[in-house]
């Protein structure tokens, strides 16, 4: 079975500092992660992907995320924070075994709080 | 494009009532997607259409039922509301979920509160 843990409920920050959200996972095959973030009243954006490759996926506005398949996590990633990437961000796995597909799981979700 | 538009925004029901949650996509996506968001839970798969005129049973199906229309809108059906459904609810689409590449995309979310 697969799952996906966020182990921070909120994580707090000054702008201008750098921001991690950090994200495990657990699958029996393939690893493929996602990361998606949820502005109030608002459905989740898309941010990033890791399906092969580099390990250090870019993404949109600003962000990154290295998968480290070693340690099983996925950490999200920005240089400098904005007051503005305030937000709930969700970490989601899916796997595959063979010829099938697992179902996309989702985290509980990291809120994030960028401070002035 | 819109992308994935979901009505209504805002729902109060009493217990016992049934609603209908309409989900539509305008990216010509064959997959279609409903999950219910509670705190500290992430999102739950309730029911999957992985293409037009199959549905499918996620995570927590219990009390809901679901109806592709056709290859653009899913909706999703509380035939006898509970204050255990009390959620947010989020559709989504993707393309093709046998892809490695596949990428879910959401709608606004309706909140709904039973009563």
């Known amino acids: 079975a697969q799952s996906v843990a966020q182990p921070e409920d909120q994580v707090n920050v000054a702008e201008g500092n750098p921001l991690t959200v950090k994200c495990t996972y657990s699958v029996s095959g393939n690893p493929y992660l996602f990361w998606y973030v949820q502005y109030p009243n608002r459905g989740l954006q898309f941010l990033l992907k890791?399906?092969?490759?580099?390990?250090l996926v870019k993404g949109s506005y600003g962000f990154e995320a290295e998968f480290n398949k070693s340690q099983t996590s996925f950490h999200l990633k920005k240089p400098s924070a904005l007051v503005s990437d305030s937000a709930l961000y969700f970490c989601a796995v899916r796997d595959r075994r063979g010829d099938s597909w697992g179902k996309l799981q989702f985290g509980a979700g990291t809120q994030v709080v960028v401070t002035p | 494009n819109a992308g994935v538009t979901q009505t209504p925004k805002f729902q109060v029901l009493k217990t016992g009532q049934s609603m209908t949650l309409q989900c539509a996509q305008d990216?010509?996506?064959?997959?279609m997607y409903w999950y219910r968001q509670d705190p500290g839970m992430g999102l739950r798969l309730i029911y999957y259409s992985a293409s037009e005129g199959t549905t499918d049973k996620g995570e927590v199906p219990n009390g809901y039922n679901v109806s592709r229309l056709n290859k653009r809108e899913f909706s999703l059906r509380l035939e006898s509301a509970a204050p255990s459904q009390t959620s947010v609810y989020f559709c989504?689409?993707?393309?093709?979920?046998?892809?490695?590449?596949?990428?879910?995309?959401f709608g606004p979310g309706t909140r709904l509160t039973v009563l």
């Open positions: 890791y399906i092969t490759g580099d390990n």
């Open positions: 990216m010509n996506h064959n997959s």
């Open positions: 989504a689409s993707s393309s093709n979920p046998t892809r490695s590449t596949d990428t879910q995309y």
